[in-house]
């Protein structure tokens, strides 16, 4: 755990006994099995805007506490533990993060103050099939409108408002403001295995807005989005772990509990060392992201890609180590298995980001 | 980096810098350190010098008490002299076991006494030391540990044999687990200082497969330890090998200290593989298997600074530690694997002008660094430690 002020602290243990009292797994299943629109709890969603967490990387001229986001990953660390749907990753961390690094004082005026008190709602559209490929965008601007088709929107769903790239009159990528109740924007929800709250959205003749920054700020806006998901997926790894380890320690067979054999012993040890590797690299990106620092995209990646591997493992042993128990829905492991492959999906999965590595440094 | 008392601190500095221009031997400027290498044995004079100076000042163990010669200063000092060390192209020539392990043990568990006798030629440089802890039947499972020490009034005689005695041929001392009570296991073994100086000791260097001998076997046959020379009470050595075992993993997981980390491997990549049309490592699966590595080394280095971080902030011990040698030196190991592999037949070269020099190190560092998982607490054992100590696994309970 990275050294942390004051305020961090307080803020680390206000989410930690949040998570625990109001919205442990058992909340998620309630939300699952309700089938609810959106993909999230709206109450619940309302509690964490009223604690300020939404304000978190939003400065305090728009009404947030402009704390950074090291501290915005903490929070999601905690949320990550007991798979806690909400659009704080989409909205306050990634759409905002558009709106401060590329808007104009009018649309941060306009957005900004409503992002960071929950009542509005932001969503990052920026991929076109079935993998993350933010290069490959064939949506396009035209006149002020925007058309194209946007695949597996965060909170699409809930969105407010799109952050959408898309090329410009003079072909060159950028992000561009669409507002959710255009009479052109058409969502279709997706029911994924993560029962998440995503969405395909199509675009036709929507009036769009540009941010300034090109694809540059594309780029700055999906390192933040990377990093901040890096951080929920820590969370819901070390949960996972923990999950297991419980298990390991009262199951009972041939007359020993199973965590006495050595064969789940190294297997543990594995997770464990993988973990704290993978939390080195999630707050690195975390506080490079906050420093400004060149090596922002590469740690980035690293983040993104070790924790995807160390989710995959712990989530893939979570459910082999509690044997049929674990191949039950009543059961939490598969929460956790399913919620990992979509989380590694995106924003780029971890060969996108080894090769986005290797690329950076040069080979 | 905000350390307190800046201006004391650049003060200090100017005057590490000032000192090390004085003492330092241009000539050798930019030169690795002899410490592990043969011409320890053959030092030049400016070798003796440097070695001497640093040893009158302390600065090779700054942070030592300067009772016993260190230099007794704070750790913000010590890195200091370290960065200005390193600035000035000067290795630090006090090194070796007695200062990685027994010396900081010694201040830890040591009668006044014995610090005042052991602790200054440490200082200095003067003595190597060596660890006699492994034996033959007696390598993972150390506690099994046969070699006896029997009370002879004033002094215990000393019959069995080490191995693995890194140094042996080069130490004047060993720090030596022994067993004083044949009835128990842990509790019956010795912490004692054994004088290599003396008849009843032979050492015999054991040649490794990558050509080098850093380890010996030593054999002691009514060899004797002067009863002063027992650290901690008789019977109690287990509990201060194992910290000994702990300033040995902490020196281990530092990583690039054990290999020359010199090219990187996508340098040497796409020097012997070549790069397709838009400059990636043509070989697209080797590529992949050196981006990994590539980031694993990378998670590494941010653990260990996270780790360092931790342990001066405000967090408590860092958890982080229990982890390093483990993966450090896997990391390391596929490395070296990596590195003969892009290198081909040449990365096979063991000797002549048809292999360079780097050709000729990467095989043996590849082969060298199949040690660094058995050596130290082996992986597995490393394994033990997490799931037990850090996890809270039970052991085993005999099956009925």
Redesign the interface.
Known sequence: ????SEEQSMLRDAAKSWVQEKSPVTAFRKMRDSGAELGYDAAAWNEMAEMGWAGVIIPEEYGGSNFGYLSMGLILEELGRTLTASPLLASALAAASALVLGGTDAQKSEWLPKIAEGTAVGALAVDEGAHHAPDRVAAEVKGGKLSGKKTFVLEGMAANVFVVSAKGDDGALGLYLVRGDDAGVTRTRLHLADSRGAANVEFKDAAAEPLTGGKDLLEKVLDRARAGLAAEMLGSAIQAFETT?DY??VRVQ????I????A???R???M??DL??????V??ALAAIDADSPDTPELVS?AK??MGDTFHLVSNEMVQMHGGIGMTDAHDAGFYLKRARAAEAAFGNQAFH??R???I??? | MADFGGTDLEAFRAEARAWIEANFPASLKGKPNPMMREERANPSADQEAWRKAMGDKGWGVPTWPAAYGGGGLSPAEGRIIQQELGRAGAYNPIGGMGVMMFGPTLLEYGTEDQKREHIPPIVKGDLQWCQGYSEPGAGSDLASLQTRAEDKGDHFLINGQKIWTSGAQFAQWCFCLVRTDTSKKHEGISFVLIDMDQPGVEVRPIQLINGTSPFCETFFTDARAEKKNLVGPLNGGWTIGKRLLQHERSGLSGGGGMFGMGKSLEQLAKEYIGVDEQGRVADADLRARVIQNDMDWRAFQQTAMRAMAESKGNSGPSAATSIMKNAATSTLQTRAELTIEIMGHQGLGWSGDEFNKEEKEAVRSWLGGKATTIYGGSQEIQSNIISKRILGLPDLTQSH
Not at chain 1, 1 to 4: D, G, N, S
Not at chain 1, 259 to 262: D, I, L, R, V
């Open positions: 755990m990275a050294v942390l380890l390991l320690k041939f007359g020993q509990v965590g006495s054999f050595q789940l012993q190294h543990a040890a594995k464990f060392t704290e590797l993978a939390r080195s690299t707050e690195a690293l890609a070790k080894r090769d590595y290797a690329r440094q040069g080979y």
